[in-house]
């Protein structure tokens, strides 16, 4: 399956007072791509979690290369990392004008109404087309 990278044009107040993207922005622009991999995938946050499904993250890391600011458009490129029964890394790439500005990965697990989740077993069709984004 074919994901299409998610695009966020930098907005004044995200900027700070060196007109500069605030560092702490990058990780919405992680979950903002994140759920719209997810819909692309046809699993979105709404229907997880009308189904009673919960995916919380567990770690974030981000290694900034270069800085954005006002008006630029940031591509992010949803890849999975590494994927098990329960866990999930997803790795992102970020680029302005092709130029990678941020590389990030953020970690997650699967709950079932407050218990661990095994994927496979609970969305096998939502497990194999994150297998096939790797």
């Known amino acids: 399956m074919t994901v299409q990278p998610y695009r966020h044009e930098v907005k004044y107040y995200e900027t700070d007072k060196m007109g500069i993207t605030h560092h702490s922005n990058y990780i919405r622009f992680m979950e903002e791509a994140r759920i719209d991999w997810l819909d692309q995938l046809g699993y979105g946050f709404d229907r997880m979690e009308a189904e009673g499904i919960v995916s919380p993250v567990v770690s974030v890391t981000c290694n900034y290369k270069k800085t954005t600011s006002f008006k630029d458009v940031i591509e992010v490129e949803v890849k999975v990392k590494s994927l098990s029964e329960v866990k999930l890394i997803i790795a992102?790439?970020?680029?302005?004008?092709?130029?990678?500005?941020?590389?990030?990965?953020?970690?997650?697990?699967?709950?079932?109404?407050?218990?661990?989740?095994?994927?496979?077993?609970?969305?096998?069709?939502?497990?194999?087309?994150?297998?096939?984004?790797?």
């Open 92 to 134: 992102y790439t970020m680029r302005v004008e092709g130029k990678i500005v941020c590389t990030a990965e953020s970690t997650h697990c699967f709950f079932d109404d407050g218990r661990p989740a095994v994927i496979a077993e609970r969305f096998p069709a939502l497990y194999k087309a994150m297998m096939e984004t790797m």
